[in-house]
Each structure stands twice: as C-alpha cells, then as structure tokens.
C-alpha cells in the first residue's frame, strides 16, 4: 500500500521530491518503491517531461484502480478504528471561508471533548470545486448549497442571510436595508463562489445585470476593498459578523438567503470517523451561528 500512496503523490504533486517531502520518506526510498510496484506490473507507470512527472498511457489506464484500491484500504483502516471505539480517524472536509472561521472552530473543539484523537483535514474552496472533491474522494464530505450541486445527497444545515456591504461613508451607508436596484449601477466586486452565486441569481431574478469591476475568491480582500471605496458587495451575515474593517452591512430588501447543507457521495459509504461528526454537526446546528 505504501507503494500505491507513493504514486499517487508524485502523481499529486509532479515530482518525487515533493512527494518524498509530503509522505517523509527520501526521495530515493520513494524512487525504489515505484521501480518496485513497476517491475510486479512490467510495466512503466511514470515519464520525465518538461513540465514534471507524468502517468505513461498505461500508467493513466491502471492509475483509478489504485485510488480506488487507496480509497479501499482507508475504508478498511476507518472500518478497523470503528471496532476500536473510533480511537483514531482523519476526516476530510471540504468547506467555505465563512464556515471555516464561524463554524468549525466551535464544532471540532466540541467534537474532540470525546475523540482526541480524531485528526482533520480542511480543503477550502468554492462550491464548484467543492463538488469536484467530493465526486473524487479528495474529501469525505463538503459544505454546499444544494442547487449548487448535482449527483450527490445533500442535508441542509441552516439558512444564512446575505448583506450588502458598502464603505463606511458610502452615500446609502445611514439606510436600514438597501434594494437590489440601488447598488446595481454601483461597482460591484463579486465574490468568486463557482458556477453558482446567490447574489447574481438574485439581480437575475429581479432583471438587474450588477456592473462587476471585480472578481475575488477571499471574503477578507473583498471587504478590504470595500473599506477602499473600490465598489460595493454582498457577503454572507456569517463571514461579516467579527470584523474591523470600517464597512457598513446592511440588510437587502426583499431578502437574499444562502442554504448551507453537508453534501457526500452516499451516506452509507462514509468513514466512521466522518458519520461520527456530522451527526455531532447535526445534533448541534442550533448552537451554530
């Protein structure tokens, strides 16, 4: 198996430096491993090329077999921690900025009263690549909205209203709610959230087109931004809720909600350690922000 998690990092990373650096192994350990796995295959997995290492045409037909035999073999490993009273376990979570700082902090110190050992792994994206990691592997289960995502269950956790963030001596800064129509000729600076974005679904609706000056993937630079008097945005109530940025929020009239759900592949198949935390999730949203 070590082997197969060998490949399956300088596939990852392109090189065997990399990997050797990652799994804690010498580059030449990791080098004997893959001339091993290659002479039990007779085949060549691997090519030099200008741009790293690559998968030979073999190497690319026989490589989902080994993350899937990957896959496998943690499932086992997850399995055998279950019998041992889930003592150990990684899980692999796929989350948003806003629920990376509001909400997890809170879960996993929490979650860890009664599994110290249990370890986690964020990766953090936007809803596309979200999905993308989830369909894959990459992680256990994610954090979506649901008409963000296709081919997946999906359990909803909470609603989140949205708000209009403006500088702080922005002309419509003194108004308790802003309409739609009031900043779509403003500059808008859009939050990057994939191919689906709840604030331009809902210029859509309302036949409104905003004037985006800018596209941004980090909530923080945007409100850093805003604090320029760069343009203007709308940003989920959860990430705006602790800042000093000198920002005006306000509430959008009528308003625009977010759906915040886990989504995974299926339900059944999840590692122990995963199903222990999201029923821990679960049996906690009210607590949540």
């Known amino acids: 198996m070590h082997r197969y998690l060998a490949l399956q990092k300088i596939v990852e990373h392109r090189s065997f430096t990399k990997a050797a650096a990652d799994l804690g192994y010498t580059q030449s350990s990791i080098s004997q491993m893959i001339a091993s796995l290659e002479q039990e295959l007779s085949m060549k997995l691997l090519i030099r090329s200008r741009t790293g290492i690559t998968l030979t045409l073999e190497g690319e037909e026989l490589y989902p077999f080994v993350e899937r035999t990957i896959l496998q073999y943690r499932a086992m490993q997850e399995k055998a921690n279950e019998i041992k009273g889930l003592e150990t376990g990684i899980i692999r979570v796929g989350t948003i900025s806003s629920i990376t700082c509001h909400w997890m902090p809170q879960l996993i110190r929490g979650f ?5 050992n249990v370890q986690f792994l964020f990766h953090q994206g936007d809803y596309s690549s979200i999905q993308e990691w989830i369909k894959t592997g990459a992680v256990d289960f994610g954090f979506v909205t649901p008409p963000a995502v296709t081919d997946m269950e999906t359990s909803v956790i909470k609603d989140g209203e949205m ?14 709610a802003i309409r739609l129509e009031e900043i779509a000729e403003e500059p808008y600076i859009l939050m990057e959230e994939g191919h689906y974005s709840e604030p331009l679904n809902a210029f859509h609706a309302a036949g409104l087109e905003p004037k985006i000056k800018y596209t941004i993937h980090d909530d923080y630079a945007i409100m850093t931004m805003v604090e320029a008097g760069l343009g203007v945005s709308i940003l989920a109530e959860l990430m705006v809720r602790r800042t000093n940025y000198e920002i005006v929020c306000l509430p959008i009239d009528p308003p625009i909600y977010r759906t915040l759900a886990i989504g995974y592949k299926d339900r059944r198949s999840l590692p122990i350690a995963s199903k222990y935390f999201i029923g821990y999730l679960q049996d906690h949203v009210a607590e949540l922000p």
Not at 112 to 116: A, D, F, K
Request: proline share 16%; glycine share 0%.
């Open 163 to 176: 708000l209009a963030v403006l500088p702080k001596h922005h002309p419509l800064a003194s108004r308790r």
């Open 112 to 116: 860890q009263e009664q599994y110290p």
